[in-house]
């Protein structure tokens, strides 16, 4: 069974930095992408990482600020979150894919369930 479990949100002040994980269990190497989604808005793109972590892809909206990674050994992503503005509010969301690098939601077959980020100004 495919599992996603997000943590690391939390209430922060603009400026600061931080790093959200994804554990992922049931599946190993696979693409891996970070999304955020503001109330009543499409899911947003921020980075995508591929199995081995050898390519990564950044969201124009986020490019210079987030950084994704992962750690194969501990089957878990990250995304570093620097200089976060209060437009960074959101439920940030992390989706395995069995394809290539990907901005696309739809090309992720699973999703964990949210991790709330707040940045106070």
């Known amino acids: 069974q495919v599992q996603l479990v997000e943590s690391g949100g939390g209430v922060v002040q603009a400026g600061d930095s931080l790093r959200l994980s994804c554990a992922v269990s049931?599946?190993?190497?696979?693409?891996m992408g970070w999304f955020r989604q503001y109330p009543g808005k499409e899911r947003e793109f921020l980075a995508s990482?591929?199995?081995?972590?050898?390519?990564?892809h950044t969201g124009d909206s986020v490019n210079g600020r987030f950084f994704i990674s992962r750690d194969n050994a501990k089957n878990t992503v990250y995304l570093q979150m620097n200089s976060l503005r209060p437009e960074d509010t959101a439920a940030y969301y992390c989706?395995?894919?069995?394809?290539?690098?990907?901005?696309?939601?739809?090309?992720?077959?699973?999703w964990g369930q949210g991790t709330q980020v707040t940045v106070s100004s």
């Open positions: 990482i591929s199995g081995r972590g050898s390519s990564t």
């Open positions: 989706a395995a894919s069995h394809g290539p690098l990907s901005g696309t939601p739809w090309d992720y077959n699973y």
């Open positions: 049931g599946l190993s190497s696979v693409t």
